[in-house]
């Protein structure tokens, strides 16, 4: 880079992939993912051409909520592996130019975690207890919660404990599940913890980390009654909250990631910080990304506008005018670890609802519309000026499991609701890399090589039939494929800098009739959310086609289809 040229830092423009480890790829054959595993897969995400992974938890874990309830943030839990695991892993991705993120979870601790059960056997008032949020209970006995609060998980968000000699006791805060007890963020002893946390994983060499439940740590003052209940993720078909719950979005969080920033800039490299932050309206989410704060937030309202071309259009819009505003990097994402993947939610018959979770009994998608429209989406998506995630799979078109039994779920969220939420098990659901092999081959008794897959454990979640034809096997070095798609948009991306670039909205888009094009640079988006052919410009010629029937003979861009387009030489 000359000298003078101005330094941009690598999150600006990132790709980055969301490994979800429990379901990425198992090395040891026990059925589920682990850190070794990621390692093997190295190569596939080089050759898929991601700047950076982003891991969700690891760490040693009782896995009550699948990691997010963290006992020992600095070790790695026997499940996925060991210390050194993670280290090779790092070493290994860093010599291939792939920047690792890791997940933090500073709103709660596990109950098994040392301090909570310290503050178990200490008395009301002390020091162990003030690290969490113990209150008396009320009425005459104390056996009514402190509150109204409800998890959002469902149920309330308070438990009673019981004395050492049996009587009942003091009621703790868990915002989610009952073995996820808040923590007390007006305590010192707190803050220095999360720093030296931090720092622990700085020093090993991670790039950054995605800050669980950003908006969650501070609670307003006197935890005031609030009766609203939010969900697990707020979707379209509930109203939206327009009073910000005591619990959420409090301005005492900022001074924690001013915290965090100085720490981070204690370090080189340009590490990062992303926002897992529910909130509304969209000022306020980038509000977390002000100088000296975070440097990216999830933008969840683009993952909630669904297929649906004025919702994309509009929330594109206002991100970019917000973003602009704090001169922060916007931030794309149409699926993770909580969500109905994308590309079952557009096969919807509408394709802008947000279920949580579908079972058997619920509509089920129609997979093949699903999988053209998912196509399209990542083209929209990757032609889009800041940074994107691709959550594991996306690149396969891979879609929910949708039809799991409820025996076999284990998301909290289900258990909470009495099943009315369906959960988030199905998008976690382990990989497919292999059509043919025993849990299409997501355990492997070794590493890469050429070793035959190992039957080994059933992986932790079913995978449904249908996932042999969406393999990562059947799509690599196929033509046509989505995982080639995929891979030609990261180049075209990556060679002309889309992620740094501008966007303009093109004459041709008319959102109320679902046509969407923007232009970034000489290269010009095209996508057909509607029922009528669109006319594809003639002086443009197509350099990226979503599938290869997407223009008609005579020059017409199909319904859900989307083109990249140059002007003609
Ligand atoms: C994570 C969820 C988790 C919750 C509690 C989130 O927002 O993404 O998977 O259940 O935080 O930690």
Redesign the pocket.
């Given at each position: 880079m000359p000298k003078h040229a101005q330094h941009i830092p690598w999150w600006q423009d990132a790709v980055i992939y969301q490994v979800y480890p429990r379901s990425f790829a198992d090395a040891d054959a026990d059925g589920m993912g682990d850190l070794r595993g990621v390692a093997s897969k190295l190569g596939y995400l080089k050759d898929l051409g991601v700047d950076a992974v982003w891991l969700?938890p690891f760490y040693k874990s009782p896995q009550a909520?699948?990691g997010?309830?963290v006992a020992d943030y600095r070790q790695v839990d026997p499940l996925f592996g060991t210390l050194s695991d993670f280290d090779d892993l790092l070493t290994r991705a860093h010599a291939q130019g792939t920047r690792i993120i890791v997940d933090l979870?500073p709103?709660?601790t596990s109950d098994e975690h040392v301090w909570f059960q310290a503050a178990l056997a200490a008395a009301p008032g002390s020091p162990e207890r003030d690290r969490y949020i113990f209150r008396d209970g009320q009425g005459p006995n104390g056996d009514q919660e402190p509150n109204n609060w409800q998890s959002?998980?469902g149920g309330p968000a308070w438990t009673r404990t019981v004395n050492p000699d049996g009587t009942p006791g003091q009621w703790y805060l868990h915002?989610?599940?009952v073995k996820?007890p808040d923590l007390n963020w007006d305590n010192d002893e707190v803050h220095a913890e999360m720093r030296d946390i931090l720092r622990f994983w700085l020093d090993r060499g991670v790039d950054g980390f995605r800050v669980?439940?950003a908006h969650g740590m501070v609670k307003a003052e006197g935890l005031p009654d609030w009766s609203e209940k939010v969900s697990?993720v707020q979707g379209t078909e509930q109203p939206t909250v327009h009073d910000t719950p005591p619990y959420f979005d409090q301005e005492g969080v900022h001074a924690i990631y001013e915290e965090w920033n100085a720490v981070l800039a204690e370090y080189d490299g340009d590490r990062m910080m992303v926002a897992?932050a529910?909130v509304e309206p969209m000022e306020r989410i980038f509000r977390y990304v002000r100088a000296g704060e975070m440097q990216q937030a999830f933008n969840f309202g683009f993952l909630l506008a669904g297929w649906n071309a004025q919702n994309i259009v509009e929330n594109v819009t206002e991100t970019l005018a917000a973003a602009a505003v704090v001169g922060a990097p916007p931030t794309w994402v149409l699926s993770?670890?909580?969500t109905v993947r994308h590309c079952t939610r557009f096969g919807l018959s509408d394709p802008t609802t947000f279920p949580k979770g579908i079972a058997a009994q619920d509509e089920q998608p129609d997979e093949d519309l699903g999988r053209v429209r998912g196509r399209a989406a990542a083209m929209v998506m990757l032609a889009l000026p800041g940074s994107a995630y691709v959550y594991q799979g996306d690149e396969l078109t891979l879609p929910e499991h949708t039809t799991l039994p409820d025996e076999c779920r284990q998301d909290?969220?289900f258990f909470r609701t009495g099943g009315v939420e369906r959960g988030?098990d199905g998008c976690r659901i382990p990989l497919p890399w292999a059509a043919e092999s025993p849990g299409f081959g997501f355990s492997r008794a070794v590493d890469d090589g050429d070793a035959p897959a190992s039957s080994g454990s059933e992986p932790w979640l079913p995978q449904p039939d249908s996932y042999a034809r969406y393999a990562a096997d059947q799509q690599v070095g196929v033509e046509g494929s989505a995982f080639e798609l995929y891979r030609l948009l990261l180049a075209v991306r990556a060679d002309r800098e889309l992620g740094r670039g501008r966007l303009e909205w093109s004459r041709q888009n008319r959102p109320a009739d679902g046509v969407l094009s923007y232009a970034n640079g000489a290269l010009q988006v095209l996508a057909n959310l509607g029922a009528q052919p669109v006319e594809v410009p003639a002086d443009l010629e197509v350099a990226v086609a979503s599938r290869p029937d997407a223009v008609t003979e005579d020059g017409f861009l199909v319904p859900d289809a989307a083109l990249w387009l140059l002007p003609r030489a």
């Open positions: 969700s909520d699948a997010y309830d979870v709103n709660h959002l998980f915002l989610f599940d996820q669980d439940v697990m897992e529910w993770n670890h909580d909290p969220s988030r």
